[in-house]
């Protein structure tokens, strides 16, 4: 039997629940709603976690309660419990850097200045996993400089219009990552990198 393990970034407690830094907590927590799974937690893997079978695959979900900067002591303590090869895992992550509501599937890279990556590279030794990340827009300007206020974007609460992108992107990721073991990574990495916000 496959097992694929899952892994969302976010910051535990109610204060960031709806924040921008948490679209990976809040994707995987729509998954395991979905298939009637609850999330609860296992302080040896530094995670809540959730499990449930598709078509005879384990899926198991992990959010992180070591807050983003240290979410490699999480994924290293779920890589080295279940003894499990690195393209096992997939992260789930939010990205300032690419527009709202993009995907971006890839198998390898740097952080891109995103903490909880950086976090996990520093405790794998290694770029070499896979990661989903979802546009979440750059912040805009402080009035009057040139300065960009990334803290409060990132932390920031999720808006109405936002959320309504975000509800189309987490569709697809979320049918996208229930295929993971019965379609070619590529034709996923493919579905989700040529997602179209504005499509029906």
């Known amino acids: ?10 910051n535990p407690g109610k204060k960031y629940s709806k924040t921008r830094h948490n679209i ?14 609850n999330f609860l937690i296992k302080d040896k893997l ?10 005879n695959c384990t899926f198991r979900l992990f959010l992180p309660n070591t807050f983003m900067n240290n979410s490699g002591d999480a994924v290293r303590a779920i890589v080295d419990w279940y003894k499990i090869n690195l393209d096992q895992i997939l992260i789930i992550v939010d990205d300032k850097d ?3 509501g993009k ?3 890839r198998k390898q890279g740097s952080s891109g200045g995103h903490n909880g990556l950086k ?10 996993f896979n990661r989903i990340r979802i546009g979440i827009g750059s912040p805009h300007s ?3 400089t040139n300065n960009f206020n990334t803290i409060s974007h990132v932390l920031g609460n999720i808006s109405l219009e936002e959320k309504s992108i975000l509800d189309k992107v987490y569709k697809r990721v979320i049918e996208s990552l229930e295929q993971l073991n019965t379609k070619k990574e590529e034709y996923i990495m493919n579905e989700l990198n040529s997602f179209d916000k504005n499509q029906p």
Do not use: A, D, V
């Open 1 to 10: 039997m496959n097992e694929i393990y899952l892994i969302g970034l976010g």
């Open 24 to 37: 990976g907590f809040l994707l995987l927590e729509k998954l395991s709603k979905k298939h009637n799974s």
């Open 46 to 55: 530094k995670s809540s976690c959730s499990e449930f079978q598709i078509n």
């Open 98 to 100: 690419l527009p709202l």
């Open 103 to 105: 995907i971006r599937f």
């Open 119 to 128: 976090s996990i590279i520093e405790k794998l030794q290694t770029q070499n």
């Open 142 to 144: 402080i009035q009057g």
